[in-house]
C-alpha cells in the first residue's frame, strides 16, 4: 500500500498535470474560433468559383484538349496529399485521416498501393508514412496557425506538375472536415483531373473577355488552389477543435483522479491515527497496570 507521501505526491503531480492540460484548452479554444472563422469565411469563395467553373464549362467549350487539368484518363497511378497536424494531444484526429488514406489506398485504388504515391502536409502523417515504409514525393509543414495562399502554392505546384506530365493518373486529397466543435470526420476529395461541376442555373448570359476559354484556363489552376487550401483549413480548424476536447476530457479525468486520491489519503490519514491513539491507549494502560 502507498505510503502518505507518495499519495501526497501523487495528488500534487496530478493537479499539475490539470493546470497544463486546462491551459491547453482554452488555448486551443481560443485557436479554434479563429480557424473556425477562416474556414466560414473562405467556404463562400470556394463554393462561388465551383459555380463558376461549372457556368464556363457549360458555356459551350467543345475542345477539352486544351484543359490538361480536366483530362479523364485510365488511372495507372494516383497520388494522396495527406493533410495531418504537426502536433499531437489532439485525440483520434491524426489517426483517422491516416486510417482513412490507408483504407482508400488499399481497398479502393484499383492501382494498388504500390501505386499511390504520398505528398505529407504536417509531420504527424509523413512520421506515420516513413515508419510505414511508404515512398514520400514531398512532406511539407502545416503551415502554421493561419497558412496563406502563397504558402501553399508549392503543394498546388507538385500536384498539378505530376498529373500534366503523366507521371500521375490522379490526384486526391486526405484531409479533416470541421462538422463542429464536437464532430470531425476524414474525408477523401479528388482534386485532379478537375470533375467539372453543374453549372450554377443563376446567370444565363456571360460576356468573357477575351473568351469564355482563356478565362476557364486561368480559372482552374485556382479551382485545385482554393480545393487544397479549404482542405487546409478545415484540417486546422479540426485540429484545434479536437485537441480542445481532448484536453477537456483530460482534465475532467484528472481532477475526478485527484478526488479519488484525496479519498484514498484521508482514509489511510484516518487509519494512521486511529493506529496511534490506540497504540496510545495501550501504552497508557500498561504503564497504569
Known sequence: MATLREIRRRIGSVRNTSQITRAMEMVAASKMRRAQQHVVATRPYADRIRAMVGDLAAAGIEDESMFPLLEQRPIRRSEIILITSD???????????????????????????????????????RDFYTRFGKRLTADFPQNGEQPTMESIRPIVQIAIDDFVSERVD????????????????PRIRQVLPIVTPEASGE????IFEPNAAAVLQALLPRFVEI?????LLESIASEHSSRMVAMRNATDNARDLVRELTLTYNK??????????????AGAAALSS
Open 87 to 125: 502536433k499531437g494531444l489532439a485525440g483520434a484526429l491524426n489517426t483517422n485521416v491516416i486510417r482513412a488514406a490507408l483504407r482508400f489506398m488499399t481497398n479502393e485504388r484499383p492501382e494498388g498501393v504500390d501505386n499511390v504515391d504520398m505528398v505529407a502536409v504536417g509531420r504527424k502523417g
Open 170 to 185: 490522379a490526384v486526391y486529397v486526405a484531409y479533416t472536415e470541421f462538422i463542429n466543435t464536437l464532430r470531425q470526420a
Open 203 to 206: 446567370v444565363t448570359d456571360y
Open 227 to 231: 480545393q487544397i487550401y479549404q482542405a
Open 268 to 281: 489511510a490519514r484516518q487509519s494512521q491515527i486511529t493506529r496511534e491513539v490506540s497504540e496510545i491507549a
